[in-house]
């Protein structure tokens, strides 16, 4: 029959509008109360009606995969060795891979020598241009390029604010573990070591370099004092699985552990299957 569906849709709007209503008596208003707690109730899959969000005020939280800008990793300013270095070794891969090209690296020189390191000297991003594709940061070998969760970059002057410099670009990789704790996570998993590859690579040469030319001990010293030498060659970091870092120094937690113990159940499931299918 003419216009039934119209009706329908009318009838909808006007459910919705009433659920509104209904839904604000049923919390009791709670969502004046700036809770964030209410306000997650508020913008869950359990609510009815239509809400409105009183951004900038209230703003709805994103989730970790969000891919807004992208960003540069630098290290920590309490890391104990490599305080504020860049992650990026100016490789230029994410340049290489940018779809529309928005990305310019300008690699760095040792003043002596002239000879080039791997550290980016000038690094730009036009986000403008950017699509927010988030290949950069697929594509990285270093895990020093990530999508940011920042939204809010408007300005008066696009021409100059609005290409990001490398000053603008970095922020410390506990940012990125804030944000991303998941993804930080599984990358950790992946390079066998919450540190950066080359300085996990350069530890492990030192170690045991150290290893090497420390004076072999009489073979009676061994046998009394084992934590001795143990404490003058510490072990080198770890390949994988990698061990629960101090609290405060990783967000690892009671799920990271959770979830190591199924990768590593997982693993065992897999390696069973494949020696069956070897027999
Ligand atoms: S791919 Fe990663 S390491 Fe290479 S230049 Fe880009 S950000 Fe730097
Ligand atoms: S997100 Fe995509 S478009 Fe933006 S800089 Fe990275 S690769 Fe280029």
């Keep these: ?36 707690d209410n306000f997650a109730v508020r913008q869950g899959t359990k609510t009815k009606g239509v809400i409105t969000v009183q951004y900038p005020d209230e703003k709805v939280a994103v989730p970790e995969r969000f891919r807004f800008v992208p960003f540069l990793i630098v290290e920590d300013e309490d890391h104990p060795t490599r305080s504020g270095k860049d992650w990026c070794t100016s490789c230029g891969i994410c340049a290489k891979v940018c779809p529309p090209q928005c990305i310019w690296i300008v690699r760095g020189n040792d003043p002596n020598t002239g000879r080039p390191v791997p550290e980016p000297e000038a690094f730009f991003i036009d986000i403008d241009i950017c699509m927010n594709c988030g290949f950069c940061a697929e594509y990285c070998p270093f895990d020093a390029i990530k999508m940011d969760h920042d939204y809010e970059l408007a300005s008066y002057d696009r021409t100059t604010h609005h290409i990001h410099d490398k000053e603008r670009l970095s ?24 540190e950066h590859k080359d300085a ?23 046998v009394a004092a084992p934590a001795a030498a143990s ?20 967000p690892w937690s009671e799920d990271d552990a959770k979830r190591e113990e199924r990768r590593r159940k997982a693993l065992e499931r897999k390696a069973r299957r494949a020696a069956k299918r070897g027999q």
């Excluded at 410390?172 to 919450?194: D, F, H, K, Q, V």
């Excluded at 003058?232 to 770890?238: D, L, R, V």
């Design 200 to 222: 996990a690579k350069e530890a492990r040469r030192g170690a045991s370099g150290a290893r090497a030319s420390a004076p072999q001990p009489a073979p009676q010293a061994e």
């Design 171 to 194: 922020k410390p990789n506990s940012y990125w573990r804030g944000i991303a704790p998941t993804r930080a996570y599984e990358e950790m998993l992946a390079r066998g070591t919450w």
């Design 231 to 250: 404490e003058a060659a510490p072990p080198a970091e770890a390949s994988a699985p990698p061990a629960p870092a101090a609290e405060g120094a990783t």
């Design 1 to 36: 029959m003419y216009g039934t569906g119209l009706a329908k849709g009318l009838l909808l709007t006007l459910r919705h509008f009433v659920d509104s209503y209904v839904d604000d008596i049923r919390y009791g208003f709670r969502k004046y109360h700036h809770s964030t």
